[in-house]
């Protein structure tokens, strides 16, 4: 295989293994923070923030793969960069590391939001309290 | 296989057999702290995944960071080098994620106790 097409395939790869962990992220967290989201806010605001962590995880695990530039922001040219594998592959790692340091800064927010939540939860279970 | 496969495949075992022994210390004590401060199971199973997720995450990480310039033929304390100087970075970042769950499980604990 040619560097070259080695380039178009990797890219393309690490691209969908890269939206892949985002939505494997997403799909684990799901089932507890649709029932945290449904207890605070209801059932129908619960459906948006599910559905807001799953477009959230993706972007960030796409963020993370779109971060990296094969041409260091222009500082080199295209024929460089095909002509050396070693550096296709480290592009390539750096590329899913990437991945995983913004999926796990997005996993830190989604826990303040579940965070706020609880609050949100606990205010309303104290309110209730207080009238009964 | 190169010596910068094999020091991938060493920093990567290595780092997920570092995480899966934090993970395993850590986990059955969060738990417990979790389901005490806040008293709801679906907030504790996410607390839990997240932070099984962070562990993971930062192995991988720590493991796809790995380049050494090692050639072939390299002897094998440089090999030890290369993969201990991987390892350094992944310390630092797990210190730095554990850091954060430390701050935001004193942030839960704060709030949600107050509240109690």
């Keep these: 295989m040619s560097n070259e097409h080695y380039l178009i395939v990797s890219y393309f790869v690490v691209g969908l293994v890269s939206l892949c962990l985002g939505i494997a992220v997403y799909r684990v967290l ?24 799953g477009i ?37 790692q750096q590329q899913l590391q990437r991945t995983a340091d913004w999926t796990v800064a997005a996993v830190f927010l989604w826990c ?21 | 296989m190169s010596p910068n496969s094999i ?24 738990r417990g702290l979790l389901e005490q401060v806040v008293a709801l199971p679906a907030a504790t199973e996410f607390y839990l995944r997240a932070f099984a997720i962070v562990v993971v995450f930062v192995a991988l990480a720590a493991a796809l960071g790995t380049h050494s310039d090692l050639k072939d033929g390299a002897r094998f304390m440089e090999y030890v080098w290369a993969i201990a100087a991987r ?30």
Aim: charged share 20%; hydrophobic share 55%.
């Design chain 1, 112 to 132: 303040v939001v579940v965070l706020i939540c609880l609050l949100a939860l606990r205010s309303a279970q104290a309110d209730r309290h207080d009238k009964t």
């Design chain 2, 87 to 116: 390892l350094q970075e992944a310390f630092q970042n797990l210190f730095a994620v554990l850091l954060v769950y430390v701050g935001l499980s004193t942030v839960l604990l704060a709030t949600l106790r107050r509240r109690q």
């Design chain 1, 30 to 53: 799901r089932t507890p923070f649709a029932a945290i989201a449904e207890a605070a806010t209801g059932r129908l605001r619960s459906r948006v923030l599910t559905r807001a962590l």
């Design chain 2, 7 to 30: 020091t991938f495949l060493a920093v990567l075992v290595l780092s997920i057999l570092i995480m899966v022994l934090i993970d395993r210390l850590l986990r059955p004590a969060l």
């Design chain 1, 56 to 92: 959230f995880m993706t972007l960030a695990a796409a963020l993370g793969f779109l971060s990296v530039s094969y041409t260091e922001k222009g500082c080199m040219s295209y024929e460089a960069v095909v002509k050396n594998r070693d550096y296709l592959v480290q592009v390539n």
